[in-house]
């Protein structure tokens, strides 16, 4: 394996160039200056950065005789001659210009033997080291020994590689998807060699501008999109003209078009608690489950008023849930959704969900029926009767009473219109305490009423206690 090792001025116009059989472990380098390496075998030209990362577990030994890693010192220099006679000290195999090639663009340091103010050898062309200005050539250095020879630079630059969007410009529900609703000042960035000039071009070959790499090889090009999909692919070109191949696709998609607002806003049927699991009302504060469609894969934030009440996502086929808490009271719930892209669409119509956590009022009047409580009185709570013996009250109209013989459920019942309810029920003879407790609408359940005593007696002893006078 051999390698092509240059140093470049800042301004391309100074290059000295050496060939040798890997990369040196130390170099030493004028202000301002770069370094690269070109892979003969392949052609491959990299900065020293590149070729460091891309070549890091590749033992090699320098000039030197020292051997270790891809890893290498700069060593700062005030002057162009220290550094050619640093490189001077290093081995090297030679690499001369063929005979008769005209000296037309940029070249490297000096051939083997030759000193400043000597002919090259080339047919029918003089060359002087320091006679040339701005033509590339080192002036007033000593020449490399073992051959440093007139080379042309054709080796295309690697491809830049690192086409990003930036994080700032892809909006939406992620800032990496490279899916945005912006459609100028789009930041591009990516890496390329140093140095070098990247133009960005659409699949169709349309330019989309030209941008300049810093010393570490970055760059960043702001472009215009319009709405619709695209592939962006970057080519790099160096300062001896020589043009990379294509970077990979980055793939861009912009929207601008504002998702429809979401539909069938809804409460659980198992948070939709009470006398019925479909009238929007609850008694829960916390944990309250809302359902809805919006588009697939959209954000959907939901409201209360103009309160926020959470953020959630649709899957696949639109659909969404979320948790929500609330106060009790009548609340109007609305929601939107935005798109990946950061679009955001309308509201939701209106959702009216009441929270009620308020337990009603006791049952209050509870009596035996009249016509039940037989015997002397028909106001004592004694009776022979053990079956269809009514039993009556009131409650919250609507509400759901249900009546308990001590700790017993024995009967539930819907209270009227009126707030008034009755039940039959059938108790075995001896003393019974009926009790009576009211569930709201919202599934609110009050405490208990006063015990109503109701002794049931048998027949016998109805009749007996009856005393005849006279």
């Not at 000193?115 to 002036?139: H, M, P, R, S, Y």
């Not at 349309?206 to 760059?219: C, D, I, K, V």
Request: aromatic residues 4%; negative net charge.
């Amino acid at each position: 394996m051999a390698l092509i090792v240059r140093i470049v001025s800042s301004d391309g116009k100074t290059v000295v160039a050496k060939t040798l059989p890997a990369l040196p472990s130390h170099l030493k380098v004028p202000p301002g200056a770069k370094v690269e390496v070109i892979d003969k075998d392949s052609g491959q030209k990299y900065s020293l950065p590149q070729y460091i990362n891309a070549h890091a577990n590749n033992a090699g030994e320098d000039g030197e005789g020292n051997s270790g890693d891809a890893n290498v010192t700069i060593e700062p220099v005030d002057s162009w001659p220290e550094a050619i006679a640093w490189m001077d000290s290093l081995s090297a195999a030679s690499e001369g210009m063929s005979m008769g090639e005209l000296p037309t663009d940029t070249w490297y340091a000096p051939e083997a033997g030759k000193q400043d103010g000597e002919v090259f050898g080339w047919d029918k062309n003089t060359l002087l080291i320091g006679g040339i200005v701005g033509a590339g050539v080192v002036g007033g250095a000593a020449a490399l020994s073992g051959g440093g020879g007139g080379t042309r630079d054709e080796i295309a630059p690697v491809a830049p590689t690192g086409l990003d969007l930036a994080a700032s410009d892809d909006l939406g529900i992620a800032n990496d998807d490279n899916i945005t609703s912006k459609t100028s000042d789009l930041t591009i960035s990516g890496t390329a060699e140093a140095g070098s000039t990247v133009e960005l071009f659409l699949s169709n070959g349309t330019s989309l501008g030209t941008a300049t790499t810093g010393s570490n090889g970055s760059f960043t090009l702001d472009i215009s999109l319009e709405t619709g999909v695209y592939a962006i692919t970057a080519r790099a070109t160096d300062n001896a003209g020589n043009t990379s191949s294509a970077s990979t696709a980055l793939n861009i998609a912009v929207d601008t078009t504002a998702p429809a607002a979401p539909t069938t806003l809804n409460l659980t049927s198992a948070d939709d608690s009470g006398l019925s699991n479909s009238d929007d009302l609850t008694n829960l504060t916390s944990g309250i489950t809302l359902t809805g469609i919006a588009e697939a894969g959209s954000t959907v934030r939901l409201f209360d008023g103009t309160t926020s009440l959470g953020t959630t996502e649709t899957g696949a086929n639109g659909n969404f849930t979320i948790d929500i808490n609330l106060t009790e009271g009548v609340h109007s719930i609305t929601a939107v959704a935005t798109d990946l892209a950061g679009n955001e669409g309308e509201a939701s119509n209106v959702f009216t969900l009441t929270v009620d956590t308020t337990a009603p009022a006791p049952v209050s009047l509870l009596d035996l029926a009249a016509e039940d409580d037989t015997g002397a009185s028909n106001t004592d709570n004694v009776t022979t009767k053990t079956t269809n013996l009514t039993i009556s009250g009131s409650a919250e109209a609507g509400s759901q009473v249900q009546l308990f013989d001590g700790v017993n459920a024995v009967a539930t019942v819907t209270v009227d219109g009126n707030g008034n309810f009755a039940a039959d029920l059938n108790l075995a003879v001896g003393d019974h305490a009926i009790t009576a407790r009211v569930t709201d609408f919202a599934g609110n359940t009050s405490t208990a009423s006063p015990a109503l005593e109701i002794s049931v007696i048998e027949e016998m002893a109805a009749a007996s206690s009856v005393q005849t006078f006279g």
